[in-house]
Nanobody
Framework: QVQLVESGGGLVQPGGSLRLSCEAS????????LAWYRQAPGQERELVATISSRGTTNYAASVKGRFVISRDNAKNTVYLQMNNLKPEDTAVYYCNLRIAPVVERVYDYWGQGTQVTVSS
């Protein structure tokens, strides 16, 4: 079964940077679509960024220009580089891996979450 292990969260001051990592096992990683989500207490889960198996990326408007999602298929790892962090970026961040061998068989897997706190 697919396992996702996240790392890189922590406390950072506004304007600072963090890079989140999520290492996957148990899948043919290069074929999978990947995403980062975040959720703050009392808030709905928000899709932050996606990167397809072909490398196509998309970003939420709130992070566009500040965050970069990337993948290293050789390391089975997806990254989220977060720059110019703002207090509103504070949340638990989750990586997501989607396996879609055929359209009628789509499965989502989630990391355990890593806390990002942006505060002075």
């Amino acid at each position: 079964q697919v396992q996702l292990v996240e790392s890189g969260g922590g406390l950072v001051q506004p304007g600072g940077s963090l890079r989140l990592s999520c290492e996957a096992s148990g899948s043919i990683f290069r074929r999978d679509d990947l995403a980062w989500y975040r959720q703050a207490p009392g808030q709905e889960r928000e899709l932050v960024a996606t990167i397809s198996s072909r490398g196509t990326t998309n970003y939420a408007a709130s992070v566009k220009g500040r965050f970069v999602i990337s993948r290293d298929n050789a390391k089975n790892t997806v990254y989220l580089q977060m720059n110019n962090l703002k207090p509103e970026d504070t949340a638990v961040y989750y990586c997501n891996l989607r396996i879609a061998p055929v359209v009628e068989r789509v499965y989502d897997y989630w990391g355990q979450g890593t806390q990002v706190t942006v505060s002075s």
